[in-house]
């Protein structure tokens, strides 16, 4: 019984992350940072609007943004691509992570995405080396880089703006290797056991944290939290975000500021050193 | 099926046909492509290619590493690093026991073997990933090893070669896994600093957190003919698009046509191939 109630949790807390009513990379454009100057395109291929990117201020701090956005209503899911990248996606957002690193500014992204896209085109155009070039120069960035998990970290298409020197994570938000649905259709050859994979993946910020794989949670607020009814009210999430957001951003900002103290290098040592523990295996 | 009747005399007397069967099998092999019964001795000195159609058969790690090093000469590495079971995951059966049951099956600690020796005379680190080891998928002792070949190469100013064939991160370890994907990454962060060459070979198959890592990551990228190389796998595009997907989607030669490797390269001519671009990657000029 007690086993049951903990897969329903795991469960919830995926359905949370993936609420429409949570904000995404552009609420919090306009709720904790100022003058955003939007950025588009990879000057190789198109715009990808699943991700978006740009300049902006947070405490008249000068930083560069980069998050997923999968937009609330059908017209803008599509738009969105329901925050499915494709490579122009992840190769945009390393066109912007360069320039913050040529003008020393600092990086704050955002992940919120079910997972990279898997279509036809984005297979033609790389996408499979598009994340895998972002996760190798995200790495040796010259420049500071935070990482927010703010609604559904959807494997590699998540990772491939998530690799930075601090790493956030929303109280309600997830980050796994594979959707619970997509895990369930492979293990249990049953997409409707997505609870208990839910369960099995661990893959809640107190689970993350526990293995090292996040830096911080940010709490959230108590009605930030969606009983799967349809009498929930809609917005309550964007309105009792107030508090929660100040915190964000607090965290963001100071972050920043300790991570600024320190030489590249030696920023460098710490964001390699964070990593390369990650795992654990028998020897 | 004339050539198992011929070989019918050969067989000693038994009505058992399992029996029968288990020991043809250990004498041919049947090409899955054309069906034309290869020895298993001719085949293993075409480097598991059919001589008929040039079909490439799957091939194991060990089999890989005795291939590339010069004189099938090197010192394996790791071999200790193996799968916990992080989680506690339980699917339809215990992570743990698949552990135990793929050990068993394969013969193998882990779904990769690496070494340390010479080919074509440079200092050479290589992995070898084998689908028999839970479809060949990354974990965190997967992880763990490759990251060590990577900064063995940083360290001794070495080469490194990695040989590519899986199914994806492990899910069985869950984000641990996802996050091999990062430190292999950063690892060759470094190995590119330092100017040292990784040469990635693509075999069939290789799929979705492998490829969106190291393995398209390499300096020159190498793929086996006719190897399945992509991100998501065609049954997930499929379903996502809704449609059949065309013929040769995701082979080595639409991925060469995309530009996204750097040649095909048949597997009897694999080991000639690295030695020339190690050759230009690890030689100085006068
Ligand atoms: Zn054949």
Same mark, same amino acid.
């Given at each position: ?48 609007? !699943? *991700?978006?990117?740009?300049?902006? &201020?947070?405490?008249? @701090? %000068?930083?560069? #943004? $980069?998050?997923?956005?999968? /937009? ?57 080396? !598009? *994340?895998?070039?972002?996760?190798? &120069?995200?790495?040796? @960035? %010259?420049?500071? #880089? $935070?990482?927010?998990?703010? /609604? ?132 | ?286």
């Amino acid at each position: 019984m007690e086993n049951k109630e903990k897969t329903n949790e795991s469960f919830e807390r995926v359905q949370n992350a993936r609420h429409p009513d949570r904000p995404y990379t552009n609420d919090l454009l306009r709720i904790i940072f100022e003058g955003f100057i939007e950025l588009h395109g990879d000057r190789r291929f198109r715009d990808d609007p !699943a *991700i978006v990117s740009g300049f902006a &201020e947070i405490n008249n @701090l %000068k930083v560069a #943004v $980069i998050g997923h956005q999968k /937009g609330r209503d059908m017209n803008q899911r599509q738009h969105r691509n329901f925050g499915m990248p494709k490579p122009e996606g992840y190769r945009k957002a390393l066109r912007i992570m360069n320039l913050a690193e040529k003008f020393s500014r600092p990086i704050v992204t955002f992940i919120d995405t079910p997972g990279a896209y898997p279509g036809i085109d984005a297979e033609e155009r790389g996408q499979a080396e !598009a *994340i895998a070039f972002n996760l190798r &120069e995200m790495a040796h @960035l %010259k420049t500071t #880089v $935070i990482v927010v998990v703010l /609604g559904e970290g959807g494997s590699g298409g998540a990772l491939a703006i998530g690799v930075g020197d601090k790493i956030l994570m929303l109280e309600n938000a997830v980050y796994s290797v594979i959707t619970p649905e997509g895990c369930a259709a492979i293990l249990w050859k049953d997409s409707g056991k997505a609870n208990l994979a839910a369960e099995s993946l661990k893959l809640t910020a107190e689970e993350l944290l526990k293995f090292n794989l996040i830096d911080e949670i940010i709490p959230e607020q108590e009605n930030w939290s969606y009983p799967q009814t349809d009498t929930y009210e809609v917005n309550i999430s964007v309105d009792n975000f107030g508090k929660t957001a100040e915190f964000l951003k607090d965290r963001i900002f100071r972050n920043i500021l300790e991570l600024e103290k320190l030489t590249i290098e030696e920023k460098l040592n710490l964001r390699f050193e964070k990593f390369r523990k990650m795992g654990k295996w028998i020897s | 099926m004339a050539w198992f009747r011929r070989n019918k005399p050969k067989i000693e007397e038994s009505n058992d046909d399992e029996v029968r069967k288990v020991r043809t099998e250990g004498i041919f092999i049947k090409c899955p492509e054309c069906e034309n019964p290869l020895y298993r001795r001719e085949l293993r000195e075409s480097h598991h290619v059919c001589t008929h159609c040039d079909y490439h058969f799957r091939l194991g790690g060990r089999e890989r590493l005795d291939e590339l090093f010069d004189d099938g000469n090197y010192e394996k590495l790791d071999e200790e690093i193996t799968s916990g079971d992080p989680l506690g995951f339980v699917d339809t059966k215990p992570y743990i026991e698949r552990i135990e049951a793929a050990k068993k099956s394969s013969g193998l600690p882990e779904a990769i073997v690496s070494g340390k020796g010479k080919v074509g005379g440079h200092l050479t680190y290589a992995g070898a990933m084998d689908m028999s080891f839970i479809g060949g998928s990354m974990g965190s002792a997967v992880g763990e090893k490759i990251t060590r070949l990577i900064e063995r190469a940083t360290e001794t100013r070495g080469a490194v070669i990695i040989f590519s064939a899986s199914g994806g991160a492990r899910m069985q370890e869950g984000t641990l896994s996802l996050m091999q994907m990062a430190k292999i990454s950063a690892a060759l962060a470094r190995l590119h600093d330092a100017r040292l060459p990784f040469i990635s070979i693509l075999t069939d198959p290789t799929t979705g957190g492998v490829t969106a890592s190291f393995a398209m990551l390499g300096d020159v990228i190498v793929a086996e003919p006719k190897a399945l190389i992509g991100f998501a796998g065609p049954r997930v595009i499929e379903q996502t698009i809704r449609q059949k997907l065309p013929k040769g989607f995701q082979r080595s030669e639409f991925l060469l046509g995309h530009g996204m490797v750097d040649m095909v390269v048949d597997r009897r001519e694999m080991r000639e191939t690295l030695i020339r671009l190690l050759d230009f990657m690890m030689n100085k000029n006068l």
